[in-house]
């Protein structure tokens, strides 16, 4: 089944406590990308990667580190998490090839921090 | 800075209804995405279109260009379709997104 695969789906962690949030697809999409959706703020796009080796800051991308060393994985890193990094995060693909191609989203994390 | 508006907020209707939601971007896009996003929080790909008109079942999407405006149609709502619905103005590297519209169809 195509699909993207965050874990964990729910994490509770304290201030400043590294964590990484991965993002897995098996569809060969080169483009992937992470979002953070909160209350009467939306989604909003962290960091996204065109390909392989290749990431770019989208509009929120403070706090957050991204790699993209494979094509299928993307992980989501918070080297020192903050409490209003509090969300739910959403990672997703597409492919780069031109037509109508749609977005695959993963099940979402919601992360606290305190 | 592309913006992007979606009506109404929230949307209160009766099964059977025919449901709109509206959304309007004020720069040119590449692709215009309707999402459907429900309770439990998992967000679906409804519709990806950059002209005219695509019909899935009972939902239909379409576009004007010109007018830089999109509509997310429902025939014959149900309350399975009780959802959050998200327009997305598609870029090459990124998507905006608009603030969602909150249906609630009643039995």
């Known amino acids: 089944e195509a699909q993207v695969t965050q874990n964990p789906r729910y994490l509770i962690t304290v201030t400043g406590k590294k964590l990484t949030v991965t993002c897995s697809q098996n569809?060969?999409?080169?483009?992937m990308s992470w979002y953070r959706q909160d209350p009467g703020l939306g989604l909003r796009q962290i960091y996204y990667?065109?390909?392989?080796?290749?990431?770019d800051k989208g509009d929120v991308p403070e706090g957050y580190k991204v790699s993209r060393k494979e094509k299928r994985n993307f992980p989501l890193i918070l080297e020192s998490p903050s409490p209003n990094q509090t969300s739910l995060y959403f990672c997703?693909?597409?492919?780069?090839?031109?037509?109508?191609?749609?977005?695959?989203f993963g099940s979402g994390t919601r992360l606290t921090v305190v | 800075k592309n913006e992007v508006e979606q009506s109404p907020q929230n949307l209160t209707a009766q099964e059977g209804e025919f449901i709109t939601i509206n959304c309007s971007y004020s720069?040119?896009?590449?692709?215009l995405h309707w999402l459907q996003q429900h309770p439990g929080g998992g967000i679906v790909s409804l519709f990806m279109?950059?002209?005219g008109k695509k019909k899935h079942g009972r939902l239909i999407a379409t576009i004007n260009i010109q007018e830089k405006h999109s509509s997310l149609h429902i025939t014959a709502s149900h309350p399975r379709d009780s959802a959050v619905y998200i327009c997305?103005?598609?870029?090459?590297?990124?998507?905006?997104f608009g603030a969602g519209t909150r249906l609630t169809v009643k039995p």
């Open positions: 997703a693909s597409r492919t780069n090839r031109q037509g109508n191609y749609g977005y695959t």
């Open positions: 569809m060969n999409h080169e483009y």
């Open positions: 990667s065109m390909n392989v080796e290749v990431t």
């Open positions: 720069v040119g896009i590449s692709a």
């Open positions: 279109l950059s002209s």
């Open positions: 997305a103005a598609g870029y090459n590297n990124d998507m905006r």
